[in-house]
């Protein structure tokens, strides 16, 4: 490459003025941190080593561009002139605003900054470069009183630094750049790893949920067969889990502030009397009114029903609402005679659900009561044998709802567990 006179005498002129500095120790010129440049290989020096080196760091070595910046014409001609001999392109600017144009409009692998310059500053560029230009590489330029500086620079963000006066053999620079070059390089190695891993645990998490769904959709398929169980052993009250199911579902929306609470909600009144299933047939399919001891049998339901579902993570919560259904505020109820708020909010729901559809459905013992009668009844009852609120938030209900919900258990067929959000239709709220 030919390099013009201008050049030559300006390179000669700094050969001259550093040249104690050659033969001077290398920790002397660069405050200790060139010790180990000069006892690298000599590949450094090789324009052909550094365009290795370089190419490690780019995909395209011949288009390497080095923005040189600096405010003293004659220092950006000098190393200009050791970037050539190195076998790099360079761009070069006279100060901070220049540079931050030049990277705009320019495919720049490198910046070398003097450290003062008017304006923008060495300091004040890099900060710039970092923010818009995050793998750039960068080197800082200072004098032999800055070397703190320089330091500085590196824990501020740059890749290196370099000492002026320039040693101008090209192993100082290109032993900079190769080893700021081979940094990044293995940055955007990094880089790359951490964006295909977080591919790789995006699909896997994907993959995971797939099969979270399907499982849950069997979960729901489980819940259906065990309240269909239930309704078809006690065929009296045939539909009963399903109405009793949906008239929570409404009552619970129309209180709000319960939607993190509607799944559990909605398995615990669907699977409320799976306890009955160790009831005798004799007690349980009894026309007439039970004796005390036939009512201590069928009694055990909510504790049967609880200690079968308890153990199972996923209806744990549901469980609460199963061993509690029977439960009312003024402590009347079964089994354990609990009173107001000892009560899930999900067991205070239910109960009203609950007697209000077995006051609504025919027995062996009477037929259906009206559904203005059964409401009368729940309205008595606010306050002593219900929760005031759920009572009062069930008469507010539309009565035409009740009525919709009872022509539905003809007609429903599949997925009724997955209906709390939607009425008929839908999937089970999300936990």
């Known amino acids: 490459m030919v390099v013009p006179l201008q050049q030559e005498t300006e390179l000669a002129a700094v050969q001259a003025a550093t040249w104690d500095l050659d033969v001077a120790p290398r920790e002397y010129c660069t405050f200790g941190r060139e010790k180990a440049v000069a006892t690298e290989s000599e590949e450094a020096t090789n324009p052909a080593s550094i ?67 008017p304006g923008i500053s060495g300091m004040e560029l890099l900060a710039k ?6 793998h750039l590489v960068f080197l800082m330029v200072t004098g032999m009183d800055d070397v703190r500086m320089g330091i500085q620079a590196m824990q501020e963000g740059a890749d290196d630094y370099l000492v002026k006066p320039f040693q101008v ?21 990094v ?23 399907q499982i849950e959709r069997s979960y729901e398929h489980t819940l259906e067969a065990l309240g ?26 129309g209180m709000g502030g319960l939607e993190h609470q509607l799944r559990n909600i909605a398995m615990g009144a669907w699977l409320h009397d799976i306890g009955k299933l160790g009831t005798p047939d004799a007690i349980l399919l009894k026309p007439g009114p039970l004796t005390e001891e036939e009512l201590q049998i069928m009694q055990r339901h909510a504790q049967i029903g ?26 009347s109820g079964y089994p354990r005679g609990l009173k107001g708020k000892e009560i899930p909010i999900g067991a205070q729901i239910f109960s009203v659900a609950d007697t209000f559809d077995a006051m609504t459905s025919d027995r062996p013992y009477r037929s ?41 258990t003809a007609a429903f067929k599949v997925f009724p567990v997955a209906a709390a959000a939607n009425g008929a239709s839908g999937r089970l709220p999300e936990p």
């Not at 470069?129 to 995050?134: D, G, I």
């Not at 052993?233 to 929306?253: L, N």
């Not at 409401?375 to 044998?385: D, M, N």
Request: proline content about 3%; some cysteine; charged content about 30%.
């Open 169 to 189: 053999e090209a192993q100082v620079v290109s032993g900079s750049l190769t080893r700021a070059l081979h940094k990044k390089r293995l940055e955007e190695e």
């Open 368 to 408: 259906a009561l009206p559904f203005e009668t059964a409401s009368e009844v729940i309205e008595r009852g606010a306050g002593k044998l219900y929760d005031e609120q759920v009572a009062r938030t069930f008469l507010d209900i539309p009565s035409q709802t009740w009525v919709d919900i009872r022509g539905e």
């Open 129 to 134: 470069v970092r923010r818009l230009y995050p």
């Open 306 to 331: 609880y200690d079968l579902v308890k153990g199972i993570t996923f209806l744990a919560d549901a469980a609460e609402i199963i061993f509690a259904h029977h439960e009312r505020c003024d402590g």
């Open 51 to 117: 365009s290795g080196a370089v190419a490690a760091g780019s995909p395209h070595c011949s288009t390497i561009q080095v923005l040189i910046v600096d405010d003293e014409p004659s220092a950006r001609n000098v190393l200009g002139v050791v970037l050539a001999q190195i076998g790099l392109r360079c761009e070069k600017a006279a100060n901070g605003e220049e540079a931050l144009r030049i990277l705009e409009t320019r495919q720049i692998d490198a910046v070398i900054s003097d450290l003062h310059m």
């Open 228 to 253: 269909a169980a239930i309704d078809l052993r006690d065929s009296p009250t045939a539909g009963h889990s399903w109405r009793v199911f949906r008239y929570s579902i409404e009552i619970a929306k």
């Open 191 to 213: 880089e790359r790893y951490r964006h295909g891993l977080e591919k790789i645990v995006a699909e896997q998490t994907q993959q995971l949920r797939e099969a979270l769904s």
